[in-house]
Each structure stands twice: as C-alpha cells, then as structure tokens.
C-alpha cells in the first residue's frame, strides 16, 4: 500500500530543496567569476563577445537606454515599499519582512561582491577599463524587483508575474551589455545572485497551492532555459579559438548572440527554479 506524506513533510522538503538550491546558486556565482573573470579562457571568450555587442549600438541604444533609466534608488524603495505594503494588508508579517530583507540582501551581495571581495586580473584580453564589473548591479535591481513581486502576487497569477518578471529581468541584462556597461559574465553573476536570495525567501515562505497555468509555464521556463544553455554551450565552443585581437563580424556575433542567449537561459531556469520550489507538489 502506497503511503502519503504529511503535508507538514512535504513543504518542509520543499523547503529543503530551496535551501540547497540556493547554495549551489551561490557557488555558482564564485565559479563563474573565476572562470570568466581569472581564467585566460573566460576571459577570451567574455571579451569577443564584449566586443560583438558593438555591433547595431548606435540603433538600439535609444531602446535600451529607455530600460536602464527605469533602474533607481528611488525605483528600488518604492517596490520595497509597495510590494511589503501588499503582504502586510494580507496579514502576511513575515513576508512583508521578508521581501525588504531579500531585496537589500540582493543588491548589498552584488556591491560587496563587486567592490570588496572580487577582483579582475589583467590578463592582457581587456582594453580599456580594467576594474572588476561582476556582478552587474542594473540586473541585481531588475532581478530584486521581479523576484519581490512574485513573492507577493496573487497565486492566480503568479505564471504571468513570473514570466513578466523573466522579460523584465533579461531584458535588462541585454540593455547593459547592449549598451557596453557590461560582460555577459556580469549579469549571468547578477542573476545567480537574486536567485540564491529569492530561493531563501521563498524557503521561509513556504510553498503555495498552484493555481492557473504555473506548472505549464514552469515546463516552459524549463525548457526554454535548456535550449538556451545549450545554444550558449555551442557559441562558447566556437569562440574559444577565435584570435580576440582581430575577430570577423561573423565570430563576434556568434560569441555576442550566444552570450545574450546565455543570459536569457540563465533568467529562465533561475525563474523555474523559484517557481518549483514556490509550488506545492500533486497530492
């Protein structure tokens, strides 16, 4: 015969998994910064791509700078705000702590990270501005935004919140990269970062009965983040060999579409992730 679990079991397995996910999400935020960052060949790899976003600049900053512009201080407390405001009317005190706490915890990790504890050697593959730039912190806002207003959505409509949140928050990265601001590595670090801080809150949360097409759409982040992997996979491998002094317009877009493809899968797994542990199993 075939036993069920306690119900009490199950959302503290839950719970565990996001725990455990969010620390492998904090190692990958180190083991990207040290293949990217201190390594010859992620460094290589990073900065033909940097270079490819050169590439359509003049045409798309207009768009893309219109992104960044939304990112502010200001921005970032009145999400702080409202979104604590919202948990708190439910009588949600926990959470309306927790949404506050998670966001500075974000944005301070990516400061701490990118000022204090992280460096950039020179490996001789950058011109220009030498300094460490991972993570970036536009993506820390835009990832702490959306990852505040999932945690206080309506469960109904989590699905959409989380794929506008997903947009939001790719959309962003590609505009710092887009704009020259940032290497693909940054925003890749960034959003590993808001994972890791958003699947603490959502371990001290607990896990919420799905309703509406949140297990498709998590089906759907999921597969969509593995093709994308997979297609960054491939660009990496054909960028390893090219000469970063002199690359052809055809090997810097192929480096500079498959960082940005990387980046969007990144943003969609990080999402699935948030919603599976967010989302009680079938009984």
């Not at 926990?94 to 506050?100: K, M, P, Q, S, T």
């Not at 060999?241 to 002199?246: E, L, R, W």
Request: proline fraction near 4%.
């Amino acid at each position: 015969m075939t036993q069920t679990l306690p119900r009490q079991t199950r959302r503290v397995d839950r719970r565990l998994v996001a725990v455990a996910l969010a620390v492998l999400a904090a190692a990958a935020v180190v083991a990207v910064w040290w293949f990217f960052v201190t390594t010859p060949a992620g460094q290589h790899v990073d900065e033909v791509a940097y270079t490819g976003s050169h590439i359509g600049r003049s045409r798309l900053s207009e768009v893309t700078q219109s992104i960044l512009d939304v990112v502010s201080v200001p921005f970032l407390v009145l999400v702080i705000l409202v979104t604590a405001v919202v948990a708190a009317l439910r009588r949600q005190w926990r959470l309306a702590v927790g949404v506050g706490a998670m966001v500075a915890g974000m944005n301070l990790t990516t400061q701490l990270l990118k000022y204090q504890l992280f460096t950039r050697p020179d490996l001789g593959f950058t011109d220009g501005y030498q300094e460490n730039t991972l993570p970036s912190g536009h993506t820390t806002v835009a990832g702490s935004v959306a990852a505040a207003v999932l945690l206080v959505a309506p469960r109904r409509s989590r699905w959409f919140v989380a794929l506008l949140g997903a947009a939001y928050t790719g959309g962003t990265g590609i505009a710092t990269m887009a704009n020259g601001w940032h290497r693909a590595s940054d925003v890749v670090a960034a959003v590993l970062v808001v994972l890791a801080w958003a699947l603490l809150a959502q371990a001290v949360a607990g896990p919420v009965e799905p309703l509406g097409p949140v297990r498709a759409v998590t089906a759907l982040l999921g597969a969509a983040g593995g093709l994308g992997a997979l297609v960054a996979a491939g660009a990496l491998l054909l960028t390893r060999g090219v000469d970063d002094a002199d690359p052809s317009r055809s090997q810097m877009l192929i480096a500079y579409g498959g960082a940005s493809v990387g980046v969007l899968a990144v943003v969609c797994l990080a999402t699935c992730a948030v919603l599976l542990v967010g989302t009680r199993p079938r009984r």
